[in-house]
């Protein structure tokens, strides 16, 4: 289910051959930040550690959490908080789901095209439709395989880049 529609799908024109690092020389990677930074908003801590880890494993990423949505909402009035480069968001959380969380970033102007990634346990189509109406990029199922999800965040961080490029030239 979770790979039925991917950024790949979505975005195909930002993941481009003519956008990114492949089309860079090497005098060209100092334009872009060495680590996208992450933000994850689970309210099952043990999601939250798994993710810590596995960002700790694939390297060059920085992944700062929130136990729920409405800490996140707290977290991005923050200034000091710094650019977040993609959300990862459950959809089942107490007060404020993940849909309503998603809606909320998308109206926000300064992450109104920040690649969100639903990580969710929800797998029923009416879920997925909604997370992708109210501005998904991507969509995975728990419990998530760690090559997928690596995968995922890959294509995310191809598409962060392409974006950064774009707005650099």
């Not at 060209?28 to 680590?35: H, K």
């Not at 346990?121 to 728990?142: E, L, P």
Request: contains cysteine; hydrophobic residues 45%.
């Amino acid at each position: 289910v979770g790979s039925e529609m991917c950024i790949r799908d979505r975005f195909p024109e930002k993941l481009g051959q003519s956008s990114g690092p492949s089309s860079l020389g090497p005098k060209d990677f100092d334009l872009w930040r060495d680590v996208m930074k992450i933000l994850a908003v689970d309210d099952d801590p043990i999601i939250l550690e798994l993710l810590g880890q596995f960002v700790e494993i694939i390297g060059a990423h920085e992944l700062t959490t929130a136990p729920s949505a409405l800490h996140a909402i707290d977290m991005l009035g923050d200034p000091n908080l710094g650019p977040i480069d993609c959300f990862m968001l459950d959809i089942q959380m107490p007060s404020m789901d993940g849909i309503e969380l998603a809606q909320h970033i998308r109206n926000s102007a300064r992450h109104a095209d920040t690649p969100i990634l639903m990580l969710t346990a929800m797998s029923d189509k009416r879920y997925i439709d909604a997370a992708f109406a109210a501005g998904a990029t991507d969509y995975v199922t728990k419990p998530f395989e760690i090559a997928e999800l690596k995968s995922r965040i890959g294509l995310v961080e191809g598409m962060v880049k392409a974006v950064s490029y774009t707005h650099l030239t």
